[in-house]
């Protein structure tokens, strides 16, 4: 059974910092993009940064310079460190991971709430 779960997500003054954590189960981590997205009320579930199997990484523009994404395959986990965050990036935030050797395979977990106050 694959299992994703997210973890680190709450309520922080804008300006603050969070760190969450992906862990993922029952898949070969290896071979996985993992993708952080998120998605505030209202809105679609918009791509926020990628760990690539290559160890290589890519952010959205409104996260550039401010969100770090690393993966740690030993631990079969992701983190994404957020800095200097603003009340707009208050939003669920979802892991995502793409099966990148072989058939094609997607799996969501079930996200974590942050909330960045003003």
């Known amino acids: 059974q694959v299992q994703l779960v997210e973890s680190g997500g709450g309520l922080v003054q804008a300006g603050g910092s969070l760190r969450l954590s992906c862990v993922a189960s029952?898949?070969?981590?290896?071979?996985?993009?993992i993708d952080w997205y998120r998605q505030a009320p209202g809105n679609q579930r918009d791509f926020v940064a990628r760990?690539?199997?290559?160890?290589?990484?890519t952010y959205a523009d409104s996260v550039k310079g401010r969100f770090t994404v690393s993966r740690d395959n030993d631990k079969k986990s992701v983190s994404l460190q957020m800095n200097s965050l603003k009340p707009e990036d208050t939003a669920v935030y979802y892991c995502?991971?793409?099966?990148?050797?072989?058939?094609?395979?997607?799996?969501w977990g079930k996200g974590t709430l942050v909330t960045v106050s003003s």
């Open positions: 760990a690539a199997i290559s160890g290589g990484t």
């Open positions: 995502r991971s793409s099966r990148r050797v072989g058939l094609n395979r997607v799996y």
């Open positions: 029952g898949i070969t981590f290896s071979i996985h993009d």
